[in-house]
């Protein structure tokens, strides 16, 4: 069973790599979110690995590589545990939540399928699915960093700042959306008002 491959970069596709190491070159799966993040070919590159079994019988084996444990941990949970999704949907999934490790497990043990919507781009269907499958299950999987949208409801306590998100909604954005694009303008910014902290969201979005 392989954990990790580390050699050099042969080649790279937005859905799968080459790597070589050891005279072999091994084709690897990777998501975007990975891929947006290696090396030029030639460059050295380390994979965590999850094999899939596929074809009749299980004879075919898949690669599919991430560069960090938190990445394949949370993409082994997710095509472990959410019904009716294979490998290569589990993928699909694991780009989306690498917006945020933190803020999707957050969203799952509050289940709050509104932000898994609004911030990570699930269906409605498929978030009720995630938070059902994942709830009492995710506490158990380690994720590193903060939550990027912890901040947010503080901020929008401040009138300025809840006017206009709420100006932003009003435009037609999401919720979500409105009170992260205000919070990156934001920055502390007591003395901006309501027109230049808009002006300066919609930048943001």
């Given at each position: ?15 799968a ?7 072999i ?14 090396p030029?070919?030639?460059g050295?590159v380390?994979?965590y690995?999850?094999?899939a ?6 004879g ?9 444990n ?17 490998a ?7 780009d ?22 609004d ?7 498929t978030?009720d699915k ?7 299950k995710?506490?158990?999987v ?28 009003a ?35």
């Amino acid at each position: 069973m392989l954990d990790y491959l580390n050699g050099i970069l042969d080649s790279k596709s937005t859905d799968a790599v080459t790597v070589e190491t050891g005279g072999i070159g091994y084709k690897v799966y990777v998501p975007l979110s990975t891929y947006s993040k290696l090396p030029n070919a030639g460059g050295a590159v380390k994979l965590y690995i999850v094999e899939a079994a596929a074809g009749m019988y299980g004879g075919v084996i898949s690669l599919y590589g991430f560069l960090t444990n938190e990445e394949r941990d949370m993409y082994m949970l997710i095509k472990d545990e959410v019904p009716g999704t294979g490998a290569k949907k589990a993928m699909e999934y694991t780009d989306k939540i690498s917006k945020s490790f933190a803020d999707f497990k957050s969203a799952v043990l509050s289940k709050n399928a509104s932000m898994l919507s609004d911030i990570f781009g699930f269906t409605k269907k498929t978030s009720d699915k995630l938070i059902a499958a994942l709830k009492d299950k995710i506490a158990s999987v380690s994720v590193s960093g903060p939550e990027k949208w912890q901040s947010i409801n503080a901020e929008a306590e401040n009138t300025v700042a809840a006017e206009a998100a709420a100006g932003l909604v009003a435009l037609g954005y999401k919720e979500a959306q409105a009170r992260s694009a205000v919070s990156k303008a934001y920055q502390g910014n007591c003395g901006i008002t309501l027109e230049e902290l808009i002006k300066k969201a919609l930048k943001h979005l």
